[in-house]
C-alpha cells in the first residue's frame, strides 16, 4: 500500500499567489518524520522543510510552512508568494520510527508545480 | 558547507556492461543511502549502510551491489546493465540531529544505457 499519497500531480498557479500542494501518509509509528523536497529540472534533490511526529507546532521555513494536521494523517506544503523559480517537481517524504541513523526516507509520487507570470 | 559529492555526473554504458557510481558523504556521516529514479518517477530506496555495514535494502536488483568504505565513502557497481536501469542514481546522508533535519543528497549521477 502506498504509504505516501500526493493527489496532485500537476499545478498551476499564477505568480505571488500562494500554493498548497498536499500530502497524506499511512503509518502505525508513533514516532516518524515528514519531509519536502524541491526537485528542479536540473534534477537536484533540495530539501525545504521537516515535521516531527511529536512537533507540536508547524514548521516553517522561509516561504514555506507545512500544516501538519496528524489526526488526518496529512502534511500540506504552503507556499507563499510563489515565484517563477518555485517551478519544479515537489516530493513528499516519510521516515518511520525515531530517526535512527539508518532509518530511510521513502517517497510520494510528487507534484509537478508550475508558475505562470 | 559541505555536501554530498556524487561521481560521475553523468555515465554512458551499453547492454551488458557494468557501471560503478562512486558516492562521498559529508565529513563526519557515517550512514548513506541509495535511490534509484527513473524517468518521471519518484526516487525508489535501494540500499543502505550505517557504520560501513548493510543496514537496509529495498529493491535492488541482485546485478547490482554495494559497499561502504573505510573512509565512509560509498559505491554501487552494477552489472549487466538492462535499458531499464536507465535513471537518476542519488545517495544521500542523514540528518546529524539539531538544526540539522533533512536527508542531505547528492547530485546524483544520470546513468544512461544504451
Known amino acids: 500500500a502506498q504509504k505516501i499519497t500526493q493527489t496532485q500531480p500537476g499545478m498551476f498557479v499564477q505568480e505571488k499567489e500562494a500554493v498548497t500542494l498536499d500530502c497524506t501518509y499511512d503509518?502505525?509509528?508513533?514516532?516518524?518524520?515528514l519531509f519536502w523536497y524541491k526537485q528542479p529540472s536540473s534534477g537536484e534533490m533540495i530539501f525545504l522543510i521537516y515535521?516531527?511526529?511529536?512537533?507540536?507546532q508547524n514548521a516553517t521555513e522561509g516561504r514555506y510552512s507545512l500544516n501538519f494536521q496528524k489526526a488526518r494523517k496529512s502534511a500540506n506544503l504552503v507556499i507563499s508568494a510563489s515565484q517563477l523559480g518555485d517551478s519544479a517537481m515537489y516530493f513528499c517524504?516519510?521516515?518511520?520510527?525515531?530517526?535512527?541513523?539508518?532509518?530511510?526516507?521513502?517517497f510520494g509520487k510528487g507534484t509537478r508545480l508550475h508558475i505562470l507570470p | 558547507a559541505a555536501g554530498v559529492i556524487q561521481s560521475p555526473r553523468h555515465l554512458i554504458k551499453e547492454k551488458r556492461e557494468t557501471a560503478t557510481l562512486k558516492c562521498y558523504p559529508i565529513?563526519?556521516?557515517?550512514?548513506v543511502y541509495w535511490y534509484q529514479q527513473g524517468p518521471g518517477q519518484d526516487p525508489q530506496f535501494l540500499i543502505s549502510?550505517?557504520?560501513?555495514?548493510?543496514?537496509d535494502k529495498g529493491s535492488i536488483p541482485d546485478r547490482f551491489s554495494a559497499q561502504q568504505f573505510s573512509d565512509y565513502h560509498s559505491e554501487l557497481n552494477m552489472s549487466s546493465l538492462e535499458l531499464g536501469d536507465s535513471a537518476l542514481y542519488f545517495c544521500?546522508?542523514?540528518?546529524?540531529?539539531?538544526?540539522?533535519?533533512?536527508?542531505?543528497f547528492g547530485s546524483g549521477t544520470r546513468l544512461t544505457v544504451v
Open positions: 544521500a546522508n542523514a540528518p546529524q540531529g539539531i538544526g540539522d533535519d533533512g536527508y542531505t
Open positions: 503509518t502505525s509509528d508513533q514516532s516518524y518524520g
Open positions: 565529513p563526519r556521516h557515517d550512514t
Open positions: 549502510f550505517y557504520e560501513k555495514m548493510q543496514s
Open positions: 517524504a516519510m521516515r518511520e520510527g525515531s530517526g535512527d541513523r539508518d532509518d530511510k526516507i521513502i
Open positions: 515535521q516531527g511526529s511529536y512537533d507540536e
